[in-house]
């Protein structure tokens, strides 16, 4: 069964009409196909004017929405299910809060690699909600390094709540390991494309956030803390959510007018969560068009493009 | 019954006889309130030489530590931050900026300067939490970008002495992108040998732990400073349970095996400059 947020109400409301007159149509035989498409018509409209006029807040809602399609559910749809998934960093543990292996996209090997979250209960305790511990972020890096030995491509899909906050994560180093997959993946000398399908928070998303191409889903964010913290934190409460998200513009469209991202993908008219096929569609026309130019550049030159453009991020006054 | 009689009644001081004891003179140990005159405190690196508590210092107090006869050349000083969000919460970000400057008689968070450390070159980006907490924003990241684009220019040793809690909320996506900018600019640096270490203090959290502060080609630490991802609270509120004694202390980095080693900040300077010559020689 579907999920619907507060402010998807009238389209609930609208789909529900619709299946009425479906099934009143069937039972009774009466003509009902004028009244459906009328339906439908009002329905494609309010459905275009919710979503052009979403708040700040209400698209962290929907990059939270728990119908959305996950990492796996992605790299399983646009490699055609050749992914073969690796686990492990070699030291520790598998993280099952990150995923990684290789897949085919239109027969060219590709490294994939990002947080998974659950999609029940069961399942969302077993991905420890998307939040990676430091071997997450070390599986992240020697996947990455395989793929830079063997000259693939490397795509990441990020969709994290944050870095897990534990004490076992802080005794094993969960800034080191952010910080090395950050300085690593600025130097990897394969195309690098990050792609933000759900949640970008802060530190744990960008231990696997560094490409020659960051983009961001229609409906997702990306900054330095959560709305919720942010709050806590700056208003000493956890009741101003909604103006700080507003405050710090990370919704896809403010983040490519801050260039701080490299483009925007749009979903679906109704969001990715009611349409993951074309959603999947999109993501992936864009990594193999993506990878196509990318390795057009030559090799040196796409690192020092990377770092450049990493290193004139920020504004400030002299 | 008193062990003392007085014997004069009504002993008093006139007002023209009373001593003058200015402010400042002398300095009270906060862990064990042991009382010493700022002169030796000044001395002794504002160590306490009973109990060993490194007091929090600036970036002023650390130039004077470090680099020969306190002579050093200041890099950007008059870089200010910017308000690219037009960032408010319970106050405008250019006004917490504004009144910060004023009471602290800094720029930002940051002072980057070059000079030497017994005889040695050395380019140092040292970070003040008495602004805004240390936090990590645009100024923060081009200050340390150019010291590094100086280190590379004169061919000198760089260092980084973290003090913060982590990134500045008010830049929100400009200030995470801060972490890759500054470990951008460090391969640069690694790419011509040049040594980069890391000293870590009295506390280092959040994006700067997990960003450049951890990436020193040497990690060093002063005693007992908190040094983390996420900060003490947040994670005993993650955990649901009371923190082990001593977690996310230097000692406690040093034995996971994130820190080389510890030093007292009244050996900072010859330990710092003998492991500079180690890495010359």
Not at chain 1, 193 to 221: F, Q, Y
Not at chain 2, 14 to 21: F, G, L
Request: charged share 30%; net charge neutral; hydrophobic share 35%.
């Amino acid at each position: 069964m579907s999920t619907y947020l507060d402010f998807e109400t009238p389209i609930k409301e609208l789909e529900d009409k619709i299946q009425q007159a479906k099934n009143i149509g069937e039972e009774t035989k009466v003509e009902m196909k004028d009244k459906i498409a009328e339906l439908e018509k009002k329905l494609n409209e309010k459905t275009k004017e919710i979503f052009k006029g979403l708040t700040p807040w209400q698209r962290v809602q929907m990059s939270r929405h728990p119908d959305r399609p996950y990492t796996l559910a992605y790299i399983n749809a646009i490699t055609n299910n050749t992914f073969q998934e690796y686990h492990g960093d070699r030291n520790v543990k598998d993280d099952k809060a990150m995923v990684g292996g290789f897949g085919l996209v239109k027969d060219k090997t590709v490294m994939f690699i990002g947080q998974q979250k659950g999609i029940n209960t069961k399942m969302r305790q077993y991905r420890n909600f998307g939040m990676p511990n430091p071997e997450g972020y070390r599986k992240a890096l020697r996947l990455m390094k395989l793929a830079e030995k063997f000259n693939k491509p490397i795509v990441t899909f990020i969709d994290t709540p944050g870095a897990f906050c534990g004490l076992e994560a802080e005794e094993r180093g969960q800034g080191e390991a952010i910080a090395r997959n950050i300085y690593e993946m600025m130097r990897l000398k394969v195309p690098v494309i990050c792609i933000i399908i759900g949640e970008g928070a802060s530190g744990g998303a960008l231990g696997i956030g560094v490409g020659d191409k960051v983009v961001m889903l229609e409906n997702t964010w990306y900054s330095v803390i959560s709305p919720e913290s942010c709050s806590s934190i700056l208003w000493r409460s956890w009741d101003f959510k909604e103006k700080a998200a507003d405050a710090l513009k990370l919704t896809s469209e403010d983040m490519k007018k801050n260039q701080l991202v490299d483009d925007v993908l749009k979903e679906p008219i109704n969001g990715a969560h009611r349409n993951h096929e074309e959603m999947f569609e999109t993501v992936k026309e864009y990594i193999s068009k993506s990878i196509e130019s990318l390795e057009k550049i030559q090799q040196d030159k796409r690192i020092s493009q990377r770092i450049d453009k990493f290193c004139s991020m920020g504004v400030w006054n002299e | 019954m008193s062990w003392f009689k007085r014997k004069k009644e009504g002993i008093t001081t006139s007002t023209k006889e009373k001593k003058e004891t200015p402010e400042g003179l002398w300095h009270k140990c906060v862990n064990c309130k042991t009382l010493h005159t700022q002169q030796d405190f000044e001395k002794n690196t504002y160590v306490c030489n009973r109990c060993s508590h490194h007091e929090r210092i600036g970036s002023e107090e650390y130039f004077k530590i470090i680099f020969d006869d306190n002579s050093f050349v200041e890099l950007d000083v008059k870089m200010t931050s910017a308000d690219p969000l037009q960032f408010s919460d319970t106050k405008k970000y250019t006004d917490r900026v504004q009144s910060t400057i004023k009471s602290t008689g800094l720029n930002d968070a940051i002072r980057t300067a070059q000079g030497k450390i017994n005889g040695i070159d050395l380019v140092v980006a040292c970070m003040d939490f008495s602004f805004i907490g240390g936090s990590l924003g645009s100024v923060m990241g081009e200050k340390i970008s150019r010291a590094i684009d100086q280190s590379l220019k004169t061919n000198s040793a760089f260092m980084i002495i973290s003090k913060s809690g982590g990134a500045r909320m008010m830049e929100a996506g400009f200030s995470l992108m801060q972490m890759a900018k500054v470990s951008g600019k460090l391969g640069l640096l690694s790419e011509k040998k040049i040594p980069y270490i890391s000293y870590l203090t009295d506390p280092t959290t959040g994006g700067v732990t997990a960003s450049f502060a951890m990436l020193g080609d040497l990690n060093i630490a002063e005693p007992n400073a908190l040094i983390g991802f996420a900060g003490p609270r947040v994670v005993k509120e993650t955990i649901g349970r009371d923190l082990p004694e001593g977690f996310q202390k230097s000692e406690f980095l040093l034995e996971h095996g994130f820190i080389d080693y510890i030093v007292d900040r009244t050996e900072l300077k010859e330990k710092l400059s003998h492991t500079l010559k180690l890495f010359q020689s």
